[in-house]
Structures are given as C-alpha cells and as structure tokens.
C-alpha cells in the first residue's frame, strides 16, 4: 500500500497528558498538511510543509502543538498538556509540488482526551 | 464564520436518480473548488475539482458545476449507486490561502436500493 499512513489509529489519553502521532505521506509527495476534524464538521487546516520546512500554522495551531518534519519524508505532531477539546480526528495528508494539486488523505487518529 | 456551507447535513437517493449535493461560499477570492468523498474509518478521497475558469467539469458519472455570480457550485452524481453513500465534503482555495484548503462541514449521501 502506498498510500499515506498514520500511527496510532486511535489513542486515548487522560487530561494534561502528552500525545504524539505519526505520518508517512506518499514517498514521492513534497508536500505534507495537518488537519483536525471534530464531529459534524469538515477538516480543519492546522499546517502545511513543504519538505521539511514548515510553511504555514493555522491561528487553531496553540503552543501546545507542535509539528515537525525532520528528513522531509515522515512527520509528528504532538500535543501537550492535552485538554478535553483537543479531542478530535487527526487528518493528514500530502501532496505533489504545483498549484491546485490535489491532497491524498491518511485514514486518520482518532484522539480521545478523557 | 464558515466560509464554505453545505447547508444539507443530510440526502437520501434511490439508486440510479440523480443525487445533487450542494456547496456555497462566501470568500470570492476562492479559485478552485473540490469535492472529496468520505468514508467510515477512512479519510476523505478526492473526487473531482473545477477551477473558477470553467462552469463545468465532468467526469464519468460525476459533475461539478460552478456559478460564480452565486458562488454556488454543486456535485451531481448520475447514475447514483448504493456504493455511493457516504459523506462528501466541498472544499475551496485560492491566492490568499497557500496551499490549504478550506472545507464545508459534509452531507451525508444515502443511496438506496
């Protein structure tokens, strides 16, 4: 499968806990985004790399999160101190380089703060 | 202030009717427009896009149609199937928002037998 994959599929945590999740974009994919989708709404822009240079943060993007993509190939994003409304479906996505390409989506983590 | 609507949380459709799902915007910087499909335990799968240059883009039974004057577009889906059913999401970009795109909150598609 060659598609975009993300670790863990689901996670559940206690208030105030760290959390870290994983994504492999498509291997030849310069590009990779973040987004965050809560019940009944569609995926929230968090942010955006291109290679290993993060390029744009959503105003949703709080300290307590943070991205990275080291080698420019797989990349994290950790939340700390996690909050009850931090729960949520964790999307990411990647995507060739050029205007209007379109993103291919991972299947998702499903965070649960309790 | 959501940007992007989809203002029917919910349609239900007899498998091989025409099913309709529509899309509003408010931004008119938005330039290009996309509709992705969605399903359980899935994340959402790119279906087809327009750019604000054309009115129109087909592909097999799928169509998207764009009114700028309205900013209104709309998905439509002919002949529907049942494998058809799941939530579509409209999303929408342009100069002002890099590489991101923005998404209305989905409707659900049920395609019955």
């Known amino acids: 499968d060659t598609g975009v994959s993300q670790d863990p599929r689901h996670k559940i945590t206690k208030r105030g806990q760290n959390v870290t999740f994983r994504c492999d974009p498509i291997?030849?994919?310069?590009?990779l985004y973040w987004y965050r989708q809560t019940l009944g709404q569609g995926p929230e822009f968090l942010t955006y790399?291109?290679?290993?240079?993060?390029?744009?943060k959503s105003r949703l993007l709080s300290d307590r999160f943070s991205a990275e993509r080291p080698k420019g190939s797989f990349s994290t994003l950790e939340i700390q101190r996690t909050e009850q409304g931090d729960s949520a479906m964790y999307l990411c996505?990647?995507?060739?380089?050029?205007?209007?390409?379109?993103?291919?989506f991972g299947p998702g983590t499903r965070l649960t703060v309790l | 202030d959501q940007q992007v609507k989809q203002n029917s949380p919910s349609l239900s459709v007899q498998e091989g009717r025409i099913s309709i799902l529509n899309c509003d915007y408010t931004?008119?910087?938005?330039?290009?427009f996309l509709w992705y499909k969605k399903y359980p335990a899935e994340g959402p799968t790119f279906l087809i896009s327009?750019?604000?240059?054309?009115d129109k883009n087909e592909d097999g039974r799928f169509t998207v149609f764009l009114n700028k004057s309205a900013k209104h577009l709309s998905l439509h889906i002919v002949p529907s199937q049942p494998g058809d059913s799941a939530v579509y999401f409209c999303?929408?970009?342009?100069?002002?928002?890099?590489?991101?795109?923005?998404f209305g909150p989905g409707t659900r598609l049920s395609v019955l037998p």
């Open positions: 931004n008119s910087m938005f330039d290009y």
């Open positions: 790399f291109q290679n290993e240079a993060q390029l744009e």
């Open positions: 999303a929408a970009s342009g100069p002002n928002y890099g590489q991101n795109f923005v």
């Open positions: 291997s030849e994919h310069n590009r």
């Open positions: 327009i750019s604000s240059i054309k």
């Open positions: 996505a990647s995507s060739p380089t050029g205007q209007n390409n379109e993103q291919f």
